[in-house]
């Protein structure tokens, strides 16, 4: 099982090979390696479109998730029935809007997207972050999540902090 990882935007140059590495060891490490996963990259317009229909906010974002199982508990991993179900489902990255972050706070581009890539998945095995309680947990599973990426990598990422996130 792999990743679909599909760059649709042209405003950002972007190094696939290294994002599909990062993303294949963010699987690695929640030991979701035998799902299938979709990561679209796409512009402000694009997200924006998808922000609007899916959750009613005519916004650019960083990252929208969603969900094969939609009723997953955080911590828990799909138990599927048959092999067309080893599916996480699909993350959107706003790679123009994470860009656009960088830029302000003189971040690396490819660690904010390994960062809200992370966010993405930690969303589609259940996560969510609308109550204290909920991002609480959320933010936990993403130090865990990051830390060992840091320790594999010789990186230092760090979760996202802010609760207003704008993701699904």
């Known amino acids: 099982m792999g990743v679909v990882l599909r760059n649709l935007q042209k405003v950002v140059p972007l190094r696939r090979a290294r994002l599909r590495r990062d993303v294949d060891m963010l699987r690695h490490i929640l030991g979701v390696q035998k799902f299938d996963l979709g990561i679209i990259c796409v512009d402000n317009n694009r997200i924006q479109q998808i922000n609007n229909i899916y959750r009613k906010k005519n916004v650019p974002t960083d990252v929208l998730s969603f969900p094969f199982y939609e009723d997953l508990r955080p911590g828990k991993l799909p138990c599927p029935l048959y092999r067309d179900e080893l599916n996480l489902g699909d993350i959107f990255l706003g790679v123009e809007f994470v ?15 390994t960062v809200v890539t992370a966010h993405g998945i930690c969303h589609l095995l259940g996560y969510r972050h609308e109550t204290e309680e909920e991002w609480t947990e959320m933010l936990q599973r993403e130090k865990y999540i990051l830390s060992e990426y840091n320790r594999l990598t010789g990186r230092h990422l760090e979760p ?9």
Do not use: I, T, V
């Not at 656009?100 to 971040?107: F, N, R």
């Open 160 to 168: 996202l902090m802010k609760r207003c996130s704008q993701d699904r």
């Open 99 to 113: 860009m656009k972050q960088c830029q302000e706070d003189s971040l690396d581009l490819h660690g904010a997207l």
